[in-house]
């Protein structure tokens, strides 16, 4: 485990992994680094493309219309993110805000940064 004095510890996972659209794939590819977008860029474990982890990662594209699992990315620094429920309890973010995200997910999958983060294209 992996811990940075005022930063969440982070358990090594076995990969993380961000999936994107066509959109989001331009820039990632540009310089090959996942930037924040609000303050986070969002992971996961789940290096599948399937409908459990469209659900799980809240990627249905159900507000959008570009598929966000079309492009995937592996993290090539991951000791820069961190699981989401310990940056919550770090962080701590609005509560209301937590429960509204992790309402329609499957949290224990989800990993944050809140910094730009390398990676290779899978």
Do not use: Y
């Not at 459990?52 to 592996?74: E, G, P, W, Y």
């Amino acid at each position: 485990m992996t811990r940075v004095k005022g930063r969440p510890p982070r358990p090594e996972p076995a990969g993380l992994f961000h999936w994107t659209c066509h959109h989001g794939a331009k820039g990632i590819l540009l310089d090959g680094v996942v930037r924040p977008n609000l303050g986070l860029s969002w992971w996961t474990d789940l290096g599948s493309r399937t409908a459990q982890t469209r659900r799980a990662t809240v990627l249905t594209s159900n507000h959008i219309t570009c598929d966000r699992m079309v492009h995937k990315f592996t993290a090539a620094e991951p000791d820069l993110i961190f699981r989401w429920r310990d940056w919550v309890r770090v962080m701590q973010p609005d509560p209301q805000w937590v429960t509204v995200l992790e309402s329609n997910g499957a949290p224990d999958h989800w990993w944050v940064a809140d910094q730009p983060v390398a990676v290779r294209l899978l």
